[in-house]
Nanobody
Framework: QAQLVESGGGLVEPGGSLRLSCSAS????????MEWYRQAPGKERELVAQ?????TTNYADSVKGRFTISRDKYTVYLQMNSLKPEDTAVYCC???????????????WGRGTQVTVSS
């Protein structure tokens, strides 16, 4: 099982920036993708951004042009600019990976980090 540790959340004013980091460790034989999700109070969890092992990125429409996902080996980053109050949520990272050559695709989750955008 892969373990994920996130950091970088906090309180920021509207229009500000934050950078989230998430490092994966453990039984990762082959990486498939790393992702950031978020869940706001009373709302369903949504995929914010994804970066595949090949470098392809995908973003939720609500964050396109403001957020940038990047990866360095087993660490994924989410640079968040021009933050809005509606970006307030718990942000969790996720990794899709294979444990060995015969295993199915697995997913592990981090515990999450709170991002609050408020004046």
């Amino acid at each position: 099982q892969a373990q994920l540790v996130e950091s970088g959340g906090g309180l920021v004013e509207p229009g500000g920036s934050l950078r989230l980091s998430c490092s994966a460790s453990g039984s990762i034989f082959s990486l498939n993708a790393m992702e950031w999700y978020r869940q706001a109070p009373g709302k369903e969890r949504e995929l914010v951004a994804q970066v595949t092992v090949g470098g392809t990125t995908n973003y939720a429409d609500s964050v396109k042009g403001r957020f940038t996902i990047s990866r360095d080996k087993y660490t994924v980053y989410l640079q968040m600019n021009s933050l809005k109050p509606e970006d307030t949520a718990v942000y969790c990272c996720s990794v899709l990976y294979y444990r060995n050559t015969l295993s199915p695709l697995s997913r592990s989750w981090g515990r999450g980090t709170q991002v609050t955008v408020s004046s």
